[in-house]
């Protein structure tokens, strides 16, 4: 099983902070090639409606380039300001587009596209992993259990904005990158620490690395609005196809 978020991690991103652009559209090709012919593939989707999905990843994100282009708004997100790679706004919110997803996919690989609602976790519960369970060989009760399990990254929260942080040199980390050219340090620093390489970790970020903390506001009532107008015809024509509950898919704020 392959399950992890960063598959999909947005090359704005990956680009602001290891000046380096890549294409996770490659991703199946690559995954493809790996496994070989002969493997059997299930694909399940956890869709999110695209207003608190585009905005949590700008969150989790913003944090890493915060101090390589200072200030970038949501809104600035959303308009690709940032266009490394001469992408118009359109082809940008492509990526958060579920039948340009399932087809990507569907490229690939021959196999069912199984659907489950990030949303029905916190408000149907019974739902989701009933549905999980016929994937996975585990009972929904079983899995239920995993769900009452500590959390972990709860972010620090007002009615108006959430507040994170990110990693910028202590004093004495700023005098040895003296030393090293082209911000290599800090680079070698990012990346060690997100790989968890050290048994010295929190000894050399104590020394080396201190946190700055900023607020990032919330969505506004136009950026909502914005995206939700923007994939409703979209999502309406993807609910469909794989008859998605349409009561579920409006409460939720997939469509009008």
């Not at 890549?22 to 593939?41: R, S, W, Y």
């Not at 990110?166 to 005098?175: A, E, I, N, Q």
Request: proline share 2%.
């Amino acid at each position: 099983m392959i399950s992890d978020e960063d598959l999909s991690f947005h090359d704005f991103f990956h680009f602001a902070q290891f000046s380096k652009a890549v294409n996770h559209n490659d991703f199946t090709q690559k995954l493809k090639k790996i496994l070989g012919k002969d493997v059997e593939v299930s694909i399940l989707l956890t869709l999110r409606n695209q207003t608190d999905l585009i905005f949590s990843s700008y969150l989790q994100k913003v944090r890493f380039v915060k101090s390589c282009i200072g200030d970038y708004s949501f809104s600035d997100f959303l308009k690709n300001t940032y266009n490394h790679n001469d992408r118009d706004q359109e082809a940008h919110l492509e990526l958060y587009d579920f039948n340009a997803l399932t087809n990507l996919w569907n490229s690939e690989f021959e196999a069912k596209i199984n659907i489950l609602l990030f949303e029905d976790f916190g408000k149907d519960q019974l739902t989701f992993f009933s549905e999980l369970s016929k994937l996975l060989p585990a009972s929904s009760e079983e899995l239920q259990k995993f769900a009452g399990s500590k959390h972990y990254r709860k972010k620090d929260k007002s009615k108006d904005f959430f507040t994170t942080s990110y990693k910028s040199l202590s004093k004495f980390g700023r005098l040895v990158s003296y030393f090293i050219p082209d911000k290599q340090f800090e680079r070698f620093l990012e990346r060690r620490y997100h790989m968890r390489f050290s048994l010295y970790l929190k000894y050399e970020q104590k020394l080396l690395l201190r946190h700055v903390k900023f607020k990032v506001p919330k969505p506004t009532d136009e950026e909502r609005k914005f995206i939700k107008d923007y994939f409703h015809k979209s999502n309406l024509e993807f609910a469909k196809s794989y008859k998605l509950d349409l009561k579920k898919m409006s409460a939720y704020n997939y469509i009008k």
